[in-house]
């Protein structure tokens, strides 16, 4: 392939990319959220239904019977998905994931036992709440782009602002 031919194929892909890769990212994490949130309706069809139950007796002191819990945080997660899905009230939706987000990471330091094998080692349940980060930070990248901005395909353009 020359390199016109290339450079040709590889513009387009990377606008394309620039067009539709945040809009792909919000919905494959509305999906996940949507997904995981609808489990929760259902008593012990999550794995997590478990370790989030006690998380949320915990962090409030057990003021919180299971059931309403697993509820609560099933309509949560499923209002968070939609939000991502949708694109609508995005940045409540960005905002209530976020705090879903501390909640979800607290069982590392509440139940080390339970999410950690030894130091440093995290067992599976620890494997599931640490790869939040890369949500957390989709998520930020979604946020960055609430007002109206996008992705970028073309570093002249990214040079011509720059120089304002």
């Known amino acids: ?3 016109a031919t290339f450079h040709s194929i590889d513009r387009r892909l990377t606008h394309w990319m620039a067009e539709n890769g945040l809009t792909l990212l919000r919905i ?3 999906l996940v959220f949507l997904w995981f949130g609808v489990l929760k309706f259902w008593p012990d069809l999550s794995p997590a239904d478990e ?3 006690a998380t949320i007796d915990k962090l409030f002191f057990g003021f919180i ?3 309403v819990a697993r509820v609560s945080l099933a309509v949560l997660e499923t209002a968070i998905g939609l939000g991502l899905i949708t694109g609508r009230f995005l940045r409540l939706t960005l905002l209530l994931l976020v705090g879903q987000m501390f909640g979800t990471v607290t069982p590392l330091v509440l139940f080390p ?3 950690w094998s030894d130091v440093l080692v995290p067992t599976l349940e620890g494997q599931y709440i640490l790869k939040n980060m890369v949500i957390v930070a989709a998520a930020l990248t979604i946020g960055a782009t609430a007002r109206g901005g996008g992705l970028v395909d073309d570093p002249e353009i990214l040079e011509a602002v720059a120089e304002r």
């Open 65 to 67: 019977p299971e059931a």
């Open 1 to 3: 392939m020359d390199p």
């Open 28 to 30: 494959s994490i509305g």
């Open 113 to 115: 036992d339970v999410t």
């Open 51 to 53: 370790l989030a139950a």
